[in-house]
T-cell receptor, first 115, second 114 residues
Framework: NAGVTQTPKFRILKIGQSMTLQCTQD?????MYWYRQDPGMGLKLIYY???????DKGEVPNGYNVSRSTTEDFPLRLELAAPSQTSVYFC??????????????FGPGTRLTVL | KQEVTQIPAALSVPEGENLVLNCSFT??????LQWFRQDPGKGLTSLLL?????REQTSGRLNASLDKSSGRSTLYIAASQPGDSATYLC?????????????FGRGTQLTVWP
């Protein structure tokens, strides 16, 4: 299993440009998440999904959109890039069997710079 | 809102030392607590997960404890090695039985020198 894969690894955007960060998992996990990590800070949840066709907002959703058409894929869309979106973006997945045993598996991250 | 604090922010120790990383959280209504390791330029790797009903978990040289009532957790690393150098993140799980959200601390950057 490859686990959670993310593309691209690095990207530089100009203000106002758009892009999609890709995330794919091959563990048949039904839960998927997008986080951002600013320098020296912890991770903050952007959006999450509990299954195909179901998404919801996390702590910091403004400026982002997501979709979940398949179990494997959970792309994150930035419509109008702003310097405040410069960050490292992590995708994660999990398959909680019951409350209290959820372990999230993380991808390697996408480092995004908006200039 | 849940706030997670990790102390110290950075720690530098010689190889072989036993060390303790601290994590505190403001809301004791959690359903689990996890410790992650993050290597530079890499994603997070789960080290230990403690359910809210448990007091501690052990894996090899790592031991994590949880005191929900006081809002504290510690990660104990025995006989530290240079390969332990990384950032250690604490995260608490908050939410319902169908979906929990993780709230992360800022991490402790550990350096173990030979």
């Amino acid at each position: 299993n490859a686990g959670v894969t993310q593309t691209p690894k690095f990207r530089i955007l100009k203000i106002g440009q758009s892009m999609t960060l890709q995330c794919t998992q091959d563990m048949n996990h039904n839960y998927m998440y997008w986080y951002r990590q600013d320098p020296g800070m912890g991770l903050k949840l952007i959006y999450y999904s509990v299954g195909a066709g179901i998404t919801d907002k996390g702590e910091v959703p403004n400026g982002y959109n997501v979709s979940r058409s398949t179990t494997e894929d959970f792309p994150l869309r930035l419509e109008l890039a702003a310097p405040s979106q410069t960050s490292v973006y992590f995708c994660a997945s999990s398959s909680p069997l019951r409350q209290g045993t959820d372990t999230q598996y993380f991808g390697p991250g996408t480092r995004l710079t908006v200039l | 809102k849940q706030e997670v604090t990790q102390i110290p922010a950075a720690l530098s120790v010689p190889e072989g030392e036993n060390l303790v990383l601290n994590c505190s959280f403001t809301d004791s209504a959690i359903y689990n607590l996890q410790w992650f390791r993050q290597d530079p330029g890499k994603g997070l790797t789960s080290l230990l997960l403690i359910q809210s009903s448990q007091r501690e978990q052990t894996s090899g040289r790592l031991n994590a404890s949880l005191d929900k009532s006081s809002g504290r957790s510690t990660l104990y690393i025995a006989a530290s090695q240079p390969g332990d150098s990384a950032t250690y993140l604490c995260a608490v799980g908050v939410g319902s039985s169908t979906l929990g959200r993780l709230y992360f601390g800022r991490g402790t950057q550990l350096t173990v020198w030979p």
